[in-house]
């Protein structure tokens, strides 16, 4: 498994340029960027479980939501998620479905460094494509 992220500066906001081997990892490592933007964590305490089930036309418009999504999580029910079980298909109408299971702890102050509130990921520069023998997206978050 070959993952790659590096964060982008864009004016006052914030974003990754990700790469993996496949669509799945691509979407893991987006997630784990996004996380690392958000706070700093030392071991992690796997104790939580969700799953994540969303269909789109798109597989920017896919990415954009699955993030969206995590965001909610970890702003709603202090989830901080580091751990991703992704599974990503195209059914006969061509709409792109994501299951995964996510695994992570509670967020807790004495052992999580709080770093940059993310209050939305953007449409602006998002994009996720096939090259040859990766897959590559960048996505922008607003601070």
């Known amino acids: 498994m070959v993952k790659k992220i590096e964060t982008i500066d864009h004016s006052a906001d914030t974003g990754l ?3 993996g081997d496949t669509i ?3 979407f893991e490592a987006a997630a784990e960027g996004m996380f ?4 700093e964590t030392g071991p992690q305490l796997p104790d939580k479980r969700i799953a994540v089930s969303l269909k ?8 954009l939501e699955w993030l969206r999504e995590l965001l909610y999580m970890f702003e ?4 901080v998620l580091r751990n991703f079980d992704i599974r990503i298909f ?3 109408k061509g709409i792109k479905n994501l299951s995964a299971e996510c695994r992570g702890e509670l967020f807790d102050k004495k052992r999580h460094q709080f770093n940059t509130e993310i209050k939305n ?6 994009k996720v494509e096939k090259l040859q023998n ?10």
């Open 90 to 92: 195209t059914d006969k």
């Open 76 to 79: 709603t029910e202090k989830l």
């Open 121 to 126: 990921v953007t449409y602006h520069r998002l």
């Open 56 to 63: 789109e036309l798109e597989y920017d418009d896919l990415l």
């Open 134 to 143: 990766e897959w590559q997206g960048e996505v922008i978050f607003d601070l």
């Open 24 to 26: 799945e990892e691509l």
């Open 36 to 39: 690392s933007i958000i706070l």
């Open 17 to 19: 340029r990700i790469t």
